[in-house]
T-cell receptor, first 114, second 114 residues
Framework: DQQVKQNSPSLSVQEGRISILNCDYT??????FLWYKKYPAEGPTFLIS?????DKNEDGRFTVFLNKSAKHLSLHIVPSQPGDSAVYFC?????????????FGDGTTLTVKP | DVKVTQSSRYLVKRTGEKVFLECVQD?????MFWYRQDPGLGLRLIYF???????EKGDIPEGYSVSREKKERFSLILESASTNQTSMYLC?????????????FGPGTRLTVL
């Protein structure tokens, strides 16, 4: 039972346009969501997060939107840059879990073309 | 600058060998995690630890064990390596405390079991 799903394995956009990466979850206990970015031959790095008490969080070119009723979140990157080309993982956490562990999605490979 | 290091970037072992993967963090984090990353399967949690000598199974613990004798070090052990354990192994750490804290990842160890 995959609790966090990223249904698009890959996404290709033109430089300067918007990239939208989607993530769905099934566990209604999840209340904190994170996005990580991973370049080849490196470990993932934290990008942005959102708590379930919010529906939007913005950090520079990156905005995460949360729709709790639909159990859906999305990451918007505007404008997209070639350096944004990477694998993006969505992760979700439930409250009161030991170590604040997260459940990760399969990842979406974003390619931004110059 | 926070740092998570893993003992090897690449490792080749034979079926049946005992394999040790070491992870060290210098951030005084309480929580440490071991994941494996496989194409199309995202990051899957093997084991995690929220304190010295404390450990919990993740989603796929079979065939693995862990050791955490010191706060900064978390070891993953493959008691008898098998070919289906060929994968990218990622270690991560995070702070404990209020809410969920982002995880900091090491660069990964690509293990090949022949």
């Amino acid at each position: 039972d995959q609790q966090v799903k990223q249904n698009s394995p890959s996404l290709s956009v033109q430089e300067g346009r918007i990239s939208i990466l989607n993530c769905d979850y099934t566990n209604s206990m999840f209340d904190y969501f994170l996005w990580y970015k991973k370049y080849p031959a490196e470990g993932p790095t934290f990008l942005i997060s959102i708590s379930s008490i919010k529906d939007k969080n913005e950090d520079g070119r990156f905005t995460v939107f949360l729709n709790k009723s639909a159990k859906h979140l999305s990451l918007h990157i505007v404008p997209s840059q070639p350096g944004d080309s990477a694998v993006y993982f969505c992760a979700a956490s439930a409250p009161n879990t030991n170590a604040g562990k997260s459940t990760f999605g399969d990842g979406t490979t974003l390619t931004v073309k110059p | 600058d926070v740092k998570v290091t893993q003992s090897s970037r690449y490792l080749v072992k034979r079926t049946g060998e005992k394999v040790f993967l070491e992870c060290v963090q210098d951030m005084d984090h309480e929580n440490m995690f071991w994941y494996r990353q496989d194409p199309g399967l995202g990051l899957r949690l093997i084991y995690f630890s929220y304190d010295v000598k404390m450990k919990e199974k993740g989603d796929i613990p079979e065939g693995y064990s862990v050791s955490r004798e010191k706060k900064e070090r978390f070891s993953l052990i493959l008691e008898s390596a098998s070919t289906n354990q060929t994968s990218m192994y990622l270690c991560a750490s995070s702070l404990s405390g209020r809410g969920v804290n982002e995880q900091f990842f090491g660069p990964g160890t690509r293990l090949t079991v022949l």
